[in-house]
């Protein structure tokens, strides 16, 4: 009887590791194709911070050159008589009123670009997060694969050697 329930855990560690690598085969290659979408984003979300701190540096760029502008105009003493007298001051109250709208969106831009580089960095951990769980998958799979190949070829030579016993066994049980 000893040797029967020998054998019989041998089949089902066997069977269990055939099914843990059929598994894990699966589950690696959802992984894989997972990694693969999220190097993707990565990429994508790379060329788009790129993008944005372009964009950011022309906005920053313009909003001084407005300033500049700005501060030229209203150090002209002739400049704020004239829009006073002419519009009410209203030119200059407009050019405040967009510099202020300039600095920010500047500073939208700015939040949004760090946010996004915090987006892009939390990506980048969980990716290489990811890639070490694949990469103890894999070991997991070759561990399944070696558990069956073993358990398989016990369940074989004891089989082999103890056939005598089994066949007893299983004849007196049939009778």
Same mark, same amino acid.
């Given at each position: 009887?000893?040797k029967?329930?020998?054998?019989?855990?041998?089949?089902l560690?066997?069977?269990?590791?055939?099914?843990?690598? +059929?598994? #894990? @085969?699966?589950?690696?290659a959802? &992984?894989?194709?997972?990694?693969?979408?999220g190097?993707? %984003? =990565?990429?994508? $979300?790379q060329?788009?911070?790129?993008?944005g701190k372009?964009?950011?540096?022309?906005?920053?760029r313009?909003?001084?050159?407005?300033?500049?502008k700005y501060?030229?105009?209203?150090?002209?003493l002739? +400049?704020? #008589? @004239?829009?006073?007298?002419?519009a &009410?001051g209203?030119?200059?109250?407009e050019?405040?009123e %967009? =510099?202020?709208? $300039?600095d920010?969106?500047?500073?939208?831009g700015?939040?949004?670009?760090?946010?996004?580089?915090?987006?892009?960095?939390a990506?980048?951990?969980?990716?290489s997060q990811?890639?070490?769980?694949?990469? +103890?998958a894999?070991?997991?799979?070759?561990?399944?694969?070696?558990?069956?190949?073993?358990?398989?070829?016990?369940? =074989?030579?004891? $089989?082999?050697?103890w056939?005598?016993?089994?066949?007893r066994?299983?004849?007196?049980?049939?009778?």
């Open positions: 009887m000893g029967v329930l020998v054998l019989l855990s041998f089949f560690s066997a069977i269990a590791s055939v099914v843990g690598y +059929l598994y #894990l @085969a699966q589950r690696i959802a &992984g894989e194709i997972q990694l693969a979408e190097q993707r %984003q =990565i990429e994508d $979300g060329s788009a911070i790129e993008k372009a964009k950011l540096e022309a906005g920053k313009e909003l001084s050159a407005g300033k500049a501060a030229k105009a209203e150090a002209n002739f +400049l704020v #008589l @004239a829009d006073k007298l002419l &009410g209203k030119n200059f109250k050019g405040k %967009q =510099i202020a709208a $300039g920010k969106q500047v500073a939208k700015e939040r949004d670009v760090d946010a996004g580089e915090g987006r892009l960095d990506g980048k951990l969980e990716l990811g890639r070490e769980q694949l990469s +103890l894999k070991k997991a799979l070759a561990a399944c694969a070696i558990g069956a190949a073993i358990f398989a070829s016990l369940l =074989i030579v004891f $089989g082999f050697f056939r005598r016993t089994l066949i066994f299983f004849r007196r049980r049939s009778i």
